[in-house]
């Protein structure tokens, strides 16, 4: 059974980057978009992006040119880097995995971000 | 860019009630490719439905999708307790797969 844990660092100032891992137990890359979903405080999911394990990447339009998703598979590893995080940028953070032409079947445990000064 | 929006954005209902979600996309969402995720408190969503109807692994069969283009259904047919939770739909066709801003199902 695939498990993903995710961890990075939790509180960031203003102008920072936030870095994420995911870590990927009991299963291959192969075949599946590897996601970023996140959620602010009380409010609903947003799509970050998603990187295929052939290694294309899809983000969201309002995020991607501070935004940085990657693939290490030699560690079982994805990441996400995004910078110049402002307070806009606090919420939780997931890391996922979905099946071709499917829904997310598995999600991390989440990771909250905050930014503050 | 694909939107999505749900309705009612509240439901309070009774268990034993039967509940109906909306989800209504601004392009017709190709090979309905839509999911349905339930979030309890505190804990990552959970997916439901996927390609609209099919219902993911171990979810009881009270839960049913249903809709095609741009309109889609969550049924749940006999409500739970544990089934009082937020509900959000999600269209995978394509990028960006965006999320519906979530219909929060309360005990009334």
């Known amino acids: 059974q695939v498990q993903l844990q995710q961890w990075g660092a939790g509180l960031l100032k203003p102008s920072e980057t936030l870095s994420l891992t995911c870590a990927v137990y009991?299963?291959?890359?192969?075949?599946?978009?590897w996601s970023w979903i996140r959620q602010p405080p009380g409010k609903g999911l947003e799509w970050i992006g998603e990187?295929?394990?052939?290694?294309?990447?899809d983000y969201t339009p309002s995020l991607k040119s501070r935004l940085t998703i990657s693939l290490d598979t030699s560690n079982n590893h994805f990441n996400l880097t995004l910078r110049s995080v402002t307070a806009a940028d606090t919420a939780v953070y997931y890391c996922?995995?979905?099946?071709?032409?499917?829904?997310?079947?598995?999600w991390g445990q989440g990771t909250t971000v905050t930014v503050s000064s | 860019e694909i939107v999505l929006t749900q309705s009612p954005g509240t439901l309070s209902l009774s268990p034993g009630e039967r509940a109906t979600l909306s989800c209504r996309a601004s392009q017709s969402v190709a090979g309905s490719h839509l999911a349905w995720y339930q979030q309890r408190s505190g804990q990552p969503p959970r997916l439901l439905i996927y390609?609209?109807?099919s219902r993911a692994t171990g979810i009881p069969a009270r839960f049913t999708g249903s809709g095609s283009g741009t309109d889609f259904t969550l049924t749940i047919s006999r409500l739970e307790p544990e089934d009082f939770a937020l509900y959000y739909c999600q269209q995978y066709s394509r990028s960006p797969s965006n999320f519906g801003q979530g219909t929060k199902l309360q005990i009334k």
């Open positions: 390609d609209a109807s």
């Open positions: 990187i295929y394990h052939s290694g294309s990447i």
């Open positions: 996922a995995r979905r099946p071709f032409a499917f829904g997310v079947d598995v």
């Open positions: 009991g299963g291959s890359f192969s075949g599946y978009y």
